[in-house]
């Protein structure tokens, strides 16, 4: 009895493992701040990756390596460096995973990197798409001069683009938000008052991109993060459902393992009954 509830033990450590940990690349542009997020991603046992993503192609060959389920696009630089195949290989690796957040605010230019808020909500990012197999996380500022690298992704994957620039508090939050666990949502705006308006709703790819928190204008809600988990919406669906990301195949296999080993168990204890 006690030989199988450690391997149930050891089975249920390994599901945890798959479904919490996962290969992150990160961006590089002109900020240094993404030495910041690596190791606090890191610190909730991710492995980061750092790619120079000023020099062409870089992006490209990382992904081809096929070592990496989520992309963190850091996009904090007022200069155009996403383009050609860096460009299509982002497109086509979040067409295979197709979860994304977009953060206008928090690791923007007044970014906090080391506030417990902050950080909170940076390994959340990673702990949800790492439970539904990756995605992209899309981190920019406002105005177009520092959004060119997120919207170049944006518009090419077929999501409305982060526009206008905002200086009003965050005041409105989703209470059920799967990203704000442990988020003090007004410590993110600590850093500095430069918003954009991040895209909300259907996108033209089918995908519905959901309110987490922003600012509530009068009769004008500005969404300063939002976020799609797999949430695909048809003509004839109700927005407020949407269809669930379906497990990747190690979790599935990981979940079979530990039912068969309980399984064993109860059939060992009425064996020796």
């Known amino acids: 009895m ?12 390994l599901l945890a493992g798959q479904v919490f940990s996962a290969r992150i690349l990160i961006t590089e542009y002109d900020y240094s701040g993404y030495t910041t997020m690596k190791s606090n991603l890191e610190a909730a046992g991710h492995t980061v990756d750092i790619v120079n993503a000023k020099v062409s192609g870089n992006i490209s060959a990382a992904l081809a390596t096929g070592l990496y389920s989520q992309v963190f696009l850091w996009d904090l630089t007022s200069s155009s460096y996403l383009g050609g195949s860096d460009l299509t290989s982002l497109v086509s690796f979040f067409n295979s995973h197709k979860n994304v957040v977009v ?4 690791y923007g230019y007044h970014f906090q990197g080391t506030n417990t808020s902050e950080v909170a909500l940076l390994q959340n ?3 949800q798409f790492a439970a539904r197999g990756g995605g992209v996380w899309v981190g920019t500022d406002h105005d177009p001069a520092w959004t060119r690298n997120g919207n170049a992704f944006l518009g090419a994957a077929g999501f409305g683009l982060v526009t206008g620039s905002y200086s009003d508090p965050v005041n409105l ?3 059920a ?4 666990s442990g988020v003090t949502t007004t410590a993110l705006w600590g850093g500095g008052a430069s918003i954009g308006r991040a895209p909300l709703g259907i996108q033209a790819n089918g995908l519905d991109m959901r309110f987490h928190f922003g600012h509530d ?3 004008n809600v500005i969404p300063y993060i939002t976020a799609s988990f797999g949430d695909f919406i048809t003509p004839n669906e109700d927005p407020n459902n949407h269809t669930p990301t379906v497990p990747e195949p190690g979790t599935f296999g990981l979940l079979g393992l530990g039912m068969l080993i309980m399984g064993f168990i109860v059939r060992r204890k009425k064996l020796n009954k």
């Open 217 to 219: 204008a009068p009769n």
């Open 125 to 127: 990012v990673a702990s």
């Open 177 to 180: 938000s799967v990203l704000l």
């Open 2 to 13: 006690k030989f199988g509830l450690k391997i149930a033990s050891l089975a249920l450590a």
């Open 103 to 106: 953060d206008t605010r928090s």
């Open 173 to 175: 939050s989703d209470p």
